[in-house]
């Protein structure tokens, strides 16, 4: 019955696709907040290396890459679960935790992802209210209006640190006390997908309450700022007896060798992602500065993207996809009148900007 209420989880337009429907061949897709530089070289250099491997099956244990993964968390590699994406760990909850009677609480505006995996294990979503769009925080998580959704039934909450679509987020101390609030029976999943961009001295990394908390659980990915969403990496952290479950029920060889391999090799890579963040923030601020010049709101966000109130966000999505620009409309986010575009080169932002300017016009 769950997966008879579901809807698919739309990815952002493929380009080709777009090349095809349109007849155009130089296409930006800023659609899926991926990182806009390619992968790093030594990520690369991994992969290639590692497929020499690829008539054997993956280390189902993913050794390596947990070790270098726990050592740079500070944490035991029993802790650590890989996933196919952070999507197939965020599925792994929901198949430990939920199921028929039981419910998740997560924000209104939150990511897609919770809704899907937590109707596919038959369990009840229970959609909290956002913050108000007047708040400090539009649009973002009403911690008190999640807690007051939790009940007997609840197995898991969901808590995007920063949030997708909204790109906004919670300080380390309301987030803290609101972990410290939930019952013993709740597991709460904060999910970090793009943690490494917060320049927020606020911004938490809850990695480093999970001595302290046996019901939380941390996503991370590969996607984002390590820019190997295509290799398809992510992982949680969590207390090892959460852990043991988790690996109850995930399929033996869920990452791929070469995907291992690139993980492994982009989490050494430390330039990489200081040049992708430095990159990132200086173009997004760039870019939210010329949104703003254009009359337009757009939220705060401590992300690879910014949520921006286009008005007829259908039209604007479909001129920006003539001017072969892919951005995300988020209506199906609950955000008919805005846009989600990921900060991308330079020069893309500039194009995005240009065919944007000529759509809405200058209002301000
Ligand atoms: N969490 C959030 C908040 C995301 O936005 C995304 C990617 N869109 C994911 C998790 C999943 O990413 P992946 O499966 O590529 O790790």
């Not at 790093?40 to 020499?52: P, Q």
């Not at 209104?108 to 400090?136: C, K, N, Q, R, W």
């Not at 990132?280 to 870019?287: G, I, K, M, V």
Request: hydrophobic letters at 40%.
């Amino acid at each position: 019955p769950g997966v008879q209420t579901l809807h698919p989880y739309e990815p952002g337009k493929p380009m080709d696709e777009l090349q095809r429907e349109y007849g155009l061949t130089d296409i930006i897709k800023l659609a899926s907040n991926e990182n806009p530089r390619g992968p790093g070289e030594k990520a690369l250099a991994a992969a290639r290396e590692a497929m020499a491997d690829a008539h054997r099956y993956p280390d189902g244990n993913g050794f390596r890459l947990k070790q270098a993964l726990a050592t740079h968390h500070g944490v035991a590699p029993e802790t650590i679960t890989l996933g196919n994406g952070s999507n197939d760990v965020l599925a792994l909850v929901a198949s430990t935790f939920l199921g028929p009677g039981r419910e998740a609480v997560f924000s209104e505006h939150a990511f897609a992802v919770y809704p899907i995996v937590t109707s596919a294990a038959g369990a009840t979503a229970s959609v909290a209210p956002a913050l108000g769009s007047d708040s400090g925080m539009p649009f973002g998580h009403d911690l008190d209006a999640m807690r007051a959704r939790v009940t007997d039934a609840t197995r898991v909450v969901f808590v995007a640190n920063p949030n997708n679509p909204t790109g906004t987020w919670l300080g380390r101390r309301e987030l803290k006390a609101f972990v410290q609030s939930l019952p013993d029976h709740v597991i709460v999943v904060i999910d970090e997908a793009y943690c490494e961009y917060s320049d927020s001295p606020q911004q938490p990394d809850a990695t480093e309450w999970l001595s302290a908390f046996p019901n939380l659980v941390v996503t991370r990915t590969f996607s984002k700022v390590h820019g190997l969403a295509g290799f398809r990496v992510g992982y949680s952290i969590a207390h090892p007896a959460v852990a043991e479950l988790f690996n109850r029920v995930r399929q033996p060889f869920n990452v791929s060798t070469s995907a291992q391999a690139a993980a492994e090799a982009a989490l050494a890579d430390t330039d990489y992602v200081r040049e992708s963040v430095a990159m990132n923030n200086e173009q997004r601020e760039w870019l939210r500065g010329e949104l703003e010049q254009l009359g337009l709101d757009v939220l705060p966000s401590a992300a690879n993207f910014l949520c921006v109130r286009v008005g007829d966000a259908g039209a604007v999505y479909e001129g920006l996809l003539r001017a072969g620009v892919i951005v995300r409309p988020v209506a199906g986010y609950g955000l008919p009148e805005w846009i989600r575009v990921t900060v991308g080169l330079p020069d893309e932002n500039r194009r995005f900007l240009d065919a944007l300017t000529g759509l809405v016009g200058r209002r301000a």
